[in-house]
């Protein structure tokens, strides 16, 4: 067993202490250090991304047929069939999976500013590689996967409010998978069991911290939304100050002498 399997181990006969205070005041501190670069960041490159989704739809669909498609008619979800759910559930699953490296990259940030490590833009994509690609890829594409098929069964059974209750539950149950995978070096699987395990001893306390965090977030919105990509970083920081606050990280002289 690595540290972080022992502390697991730990955390389902003993629990473990959270102060609401203590986490968000240090996933704050944290993000202030990240939310100029960051923001850039992912304004930057979801600004690219975006120029390249448009390219690619107007290339198969048309200029004529895109202008149609989103007509605001034809984006309620009552009007799509069953098999154009399907295809656009599919192609969400697949984008999420691939953008998960991503999320990665920005909570790596989070520990980089704590520890004073400089970081750059390739901090972002440090994860696209294997074999933790793979790992988060599939941790992402099992989430998505369950809440896609849960979100297109309560609107097939006419319950789509629910919607909102299972992407909250399945988020805040799921909240440390990703830093338990580039963290804890946990395979994706594991580390879905594992933030489970963890939340589900503590999940009040990490339910407010959930909610405060995402409401500060939305916040952004005011200004055009622009905003939303300076206040979208401090999420990722409260992801890296709950693994930094339940798990933990080694000393950093105890690994020096372990490597000796």
């Known amino acids: 067993m690595n540290s972080t399997e022992d502390r697991i181990e730990v955390i389902k006969k003993e629990g473990y202490n ?4 203590i986490v968000f ?34 290339a198969f669909l048309g200029g004529t047929a895109l202008l149609e498609l ?27 999976s691939l953008l998960s490296p991503l999320t990665a990259g920005l909570i790596k940030m989070a520990y980089c500013a704590e520890n004073d490590e400089e970081f750059h833009v390739a901090t972002m994509f440090e994860y696209y590689k294997l ?17 896609s098929v849960l979100s297109l069964l309560l609107n097939y059974i006419e319950i789509p409010a629910f919607n909102y209750l299972v992407n909250i539950v399945i988020s805040l149950f799921t909240i440390l998978t990703i830093p338990l995978i ?9 580390a879905l069991k594992a933030s489970i395990t963890i939340v589900s001893k503590q999940p009040l306390i990490i339910l407010g911290l959930f909610v405060v965090s995402y409401l500060g977030t939305l916040v952004g919105f005011i200004g ?23 798990i933990g990280f080694p000393d950093k002289s105890e690994v020096a002498n372990k490597q000796l």
Request: proline share 3%.
């Open 131 to 147: 074999p933790i690609f793979k790992e988060l890829f599939i941790a992402t594409f099992l989430l998505s996967l369950v809440s």
């Open 18 to 21: 959270l102060d609401f205070s």
């Open 182 to 190: 580039i963290f804890g070096k946990l395979n994706g699987v594991d």
């Open 224 to 246: 055009c939304c622009v905003g939303i990509f300076f206040t979208l970083p401090f999420m990722y920081s409260l992801y890296y100050a709950l693994y930094s606050s339940i």
């Open 70 to 96: 989103f007509k605001p008619e034809n984006l309620q979800v009552e009007t799509f069939g069953f098999t154009t759910l399907i295809v656009i559930s599919a192609i969400t699953i697949l984008l999420g």
């Open 25 to 58: 005041e240090h996933a704050f501190e944290n993000y202030k250090k990240i939310a100029l670069y960051g923001g850039l960041i992912i304004f930057v490159f979801f600004f690219l991304l975006s120029i390249v989704v448009f390219g690619l739809l107007v």
